[in-house]
């Protein structure tokens, strides 16, 4: 059973950075395309990033756009989020997610496997 597990949320200051990683326990990320969500409490989870298994297609999310970058290190298993000029409006719980059949999409409900999350706070 492939588990995601995130890593690298915390609180930080508006206009401040933080950097996700996620690691893939049990699989093999460099066959996955991984994607970032985030949820705040009573809201539907959002996209956010996501990244093919060769990092070659990159989509974001429009209220990302230019301040968040996804990376993969698949020799290290391991895919980051970059936030960078971070807004209190960014502040959710982040989850990663993969699909193995290796599609790049925005859809959460075609991802398999998934995170228990890690929390991003930004204060203004």
């Known amino acids: 059973q492939v588990r995601m597990v995130e890593s690298g949320g915390g609180l930080v200051q508006a206009g401040g950075s933080l950097r996700l990683s996620c690691s893939a326990s049990?699989?093999?990320?460099?066959?996955?395309?991984v994607g970032w969500f985030r949820q705040v409490p009573g809201k539907e989870r959002e996209f956010v990033a996501t990244?093919?298994?060769?990092?070659?297609?990159?989509y974001y999310a429009d209220s990302v756009k230019g301040r968040f970058a996804i990376s993969r290190d698949n020799a290290k298993n391991t895919v980051f989020l970059q936030m960078n000029s971070l807004k209190p409006e960014d502040t959710a719980v982040y989850y990663c997610?993969?699909?193995?059949?290796?599609?790049?999409?925005?859809?959460?409900?075609?991802?398999?496997?998934w995170g228990q999350g890690t929390q991003v706070t930004v204060s203004s």
């Open positions: 997610a993969a699909n193995v059949a290796g599609w790049t999409t925005r859809k959460d409900y075609e991802y398999d496997y």
């Open positions: 049990g699989g093999t990320i460099s066959r996955y395309s």
């Open positions: 990244n093919s298994w060769s990092g070659g297609t990159i």
